[in-house]
């Protein structure tokens, strides 16, 4: 099965493709980025996009580090995004938590990840806890860990510092506190370096194994965090273009949520797979970089 | 939907049941004990048993203590149990390599587990890893984590000082080194006094999400296990009895393996459960202890 790419591949189509949207949602690393270099052109695109007068969000399912810290990243490229135009799963679950189901200010959060989360949650005013653990030696140990009926809900991302105290009290809040059982995001691996390792929806399949409970997932490919965007920007769907690399996270983010879509060829997929996929996307273009062309 | 439990009722039901079988596999907790405190009339049952000539084996799916481990959990209940009549998911995966894969002994496993599992491979002649890891506390850390060529089998059981470090390692060498994905069992839940928490199924989801295999799962309800079971005792099935308190372990693995199958009261299974259960069992009766009847 093989499909037409609707490669854009000149300036008419570049000027086309911008003048058909005022929206651009950007996936980053991939992108932007890839890992920690930028993506050649990548700056003058997004600077020509806003000279144009286009609003631009950046859409990423990291939830290990605050908008803020995430700005800085940005920054370290000379790349200038301001914190407001960054929308990460962590601040989507704070934003979801505060006003979309109206969460019992009263009681704690119960965070596993970083302090992405954990900034995020704070800065929404929603109160976190960060339990002692007894030490877990042995099987008996885990007795020591019991339900706490302050916890409301239990977030869970990617935490690199996971152990099975922290494992056993989010599972002990969702069965025994009816604490709400969310996800910043689902992503199966974490690459690094051209390698993957277990990602933040991998260690989330230790709770909805041992809970035969379903989380609520913000991030990248769920529609919640495209409904956060939306509302926080009012957008005109027929007027929005998602962008990103990955067809199972941000083309089908975009496609659920209706807007159009351009896939890159500069992450993890290729023109092949792009042709095989039965994923379908508006436009392709071989890099972000290209659009800058429009600037020269 | 409801079915006959097939319930055992007097010494005559019991005679006839002891009189049917030369082999008895049990499952020990909810059987012989429930957490600290012994089945009252276990001990006589099993000791009647064994008087009467009977073979008995006991079977768990725990991994985290070596069977010489296990062997003193019955002696502190004053029941003599030989360490060689003790079938634990560890010993059925050394078993496994050793004995039904020929595992190239110049490998070394990886064990993601308690002493229970190296204990019983070390026995077996296998080689261990022991790796040590670097500190991980943030993503970057995590390159620090490279695949090992030396590592033929990754051996995944409970492990509660489980860390993002022995997951990635696991993982890295699944889908790198071409390592063999092994699981000691795969139950989700681990009961402790009345609670459940994460089993070592829902760790092993982590491994099973990440890289996309699947394992080969010795424990009860799997065939893998009993086969070698069967293989060491040189069993006749149709003189043989799977005794347990869960319907989708215990009797399960008796029913794949072709076995009769007694389930007992005293464990997670009430007769309402077992009524309304599409699961079948050959015989049921209160508690193991009933049997002890037979000796007065």
Redesign the interface.
């Known amino acids: 099965m093989t499909k037409s790419l609707n490669t854009l591949m000149n300036v008419e189509d570049y000027k086309t493709l911008v003048d058909r949207y005022d929206v651009f949602l950007f996936d980053c690393d991939g992108v932007i980025w890839l890992g920690s270099k930028v993506i050649p052109g990548a700056k003058e695109t997004i600077e020509y996009l806003k000279s144009q007068g286009k609003k631009l969000i950046f859409v990423t399912n990291n939830s ?1 580090v605050s908008r803020a810290k995430y700005a800085e990243k940005f920054q370290k490229f000379n790349i200038k995004v301001e914190e407001q135009d960054i929308f990460s799963s962590a601040y989507a679950t704070a934003v979801y938590l505060k006003d979309v189901i109206s969460f019992d200010m009263s009681k704690y959060v119960y965070p596993i990840g ?1 302090s992405g989360i954990t900034d995020e949650l704070r800065a929404m005013g929603v109160k976190v806890l960060e339990p002692h653990f007894p030490t ?8 020591g ?1 019991v339900p706490d009926p302050s916890v409301g809900a239990v977030v869970v991302g ?7 105290s922290k ?2 009290f989010a ?2 809040n969702i ?2 506190s009816n604490a709400l059982f969310i996800a910043t995001n689902d992503d ?3 690459p ?2 051209g ?5 933040a ?3 989330l ?6 809970t ?1 409970e379903s989380p609520v997932v913000m991030g990248k490919p769920n529609q919640i965090m495209f409904d956060c965007i939306s509302k926080a920007n009012n957008l005109d769907l027929s007027r929005t273009l998602m962008i990103g690399d990955r067809l199972d996270t941000d083309i089908e983010f975009g496609t659920r949520a209706g807007v159009d879509t351009l896939l890159v060829f500069t992450g993890v997929t290729d023109r092949e797979l792009a042709a095989s996929s039965p994923i379908s996307f508006t436009h392709s273009i071989q890099s972000l970089g290209d659009i800058s062309k429009l600037a020269q």
Chains 1, 2 share one sequence.
């Open positions: 290990s970083g877990i030696k042995n099987v008996d140990d885990v007795q860990i990617l935490d690199v510092e996971i152990n099975y494992l056993a599972h002990i069965t025994k199966s691996t974490l690094v370096q390698l993957t390792f277990p990602g929806g991998s260690l399949s230790v709770l909805i194994n041992s035969s």
